[in-house]
């Protein structure tokens, strides 16, 4: 079935690093952009990043532009989130999620979620 | 970046009756080209993901029950649950999707009453 899996959150020290790591399966990731969201605990949904099919659009919320790198290997149906210069407002779920289509059509809605890793920045 | 509002923060509801949540944007999400509303909404249930329950505003997601519903255009938009279950208990989100901040509103509790 269509899914989402996410890894590699943990706890991490300020101004250290992390890479998140999401496996697609179940579709053709190649032909879906994709995105990250995170939200931190008891908190609402906040937009992260953003990757076209190839990875030549790329969008961040401004809290994150120059601390984080999305990317994507087609080959291996991963999308990947580079996170550097963590900082306890980092503290997050980190939620993979699929950019729908539809007959050819870009639904501008997220219709599949991964479970979610959870980041940790604390000393 | 545009700031997406919901009212109430939370709502509590009587087993059968409406549950009605609201979604203001600071600007427009009416794309003018295809005349579509790039708004949508959620669904999330404690230790659970977000859900998507309508996008375009209006258009429901396969699988979702028809008690849901998305109305509005423009600026303002709503989630209309027509009869309220026990299975809906959960936080509901807008997102837009307009702009690329795609900014979510800060949610909606919905309980029973």
């Known amino acids: 079935q269509v899914q989402l899996v996410e890894s590699g959150g943990g706890l991490v020290k300020p101004g250290g690093s992390l890479r998140l790591s999401c496996a697609a399966s179940?579709?053709?990731?190649?032909?879906?952009?994709m995105s990250w969201v995170r939200q931190a605990p008891e908190k609402g949904l906040q937009w992260v990043s953003y990757?076209?099919?190839?990875?030549?659009?790329?969008y961040y919320v401004d809290s994150v532009k120059g601390r984080f790198t999305i990317s994507r290997d087609n080959a291996k149906n991963s999308l990947y989130l580079q996170m550097n210069s963590l900082s306890a407002e980092d503290t997050a779920v980190y939620y993979c999620?699929?950019?729908?289509?539809?007959?050819?059509?870009?639904?501008?809605?997220?219709?599949?979620w991964g479970q979610g890793t959870m980041v940790t920045v604390s000393s | 970046d545009i700031v997406m509002t919901q009212s109430p923060d939370s709502l509590a509801v009587s087993l059968g009756e409406r549950a009605t949540i609201n979604c203001k944007s600071s600007?427009?999400?009416?794309?003018?080209?295809?005349?579509?509303?790039?708004l949508a909404w959620y669904q999330q249930k404690p230790g659970q993901p977000p859900k998507l329950l309508i996008y375009?505003?209006?258009t429901r997601e396969s699988g979702v029950p028809d008690r849901f519903s998305g109305s509005g255009s423009g600026t303002d938009f709503t989630l209309t649950i027509s009869s309220l279950q026990a299975e809906d208990v959960a936080v509901y989100y807008c997102q837009q999707f307009y702009t690329t901040s795609y900014s979510f509103g800060q949610g909606t509790k919905l309980e029973i009453k």
């Open positions: 375009w505003a209006s």
């Open positions: 179940g579709f053709t990731f190649s032909d879906y952009y």
């Open positions: 999620a699929r950019v729908g289509r539809r007959d050819g059509y870009n639904l501008h809605a997220f219709d599949i």
């Open positions: 600007q427009s999400v009416l794309y003018s080209s295809n005349n579509k509303n790039y």
């Open positions: 990757i076209s099919t190839t990875g030549n659009i790329i």
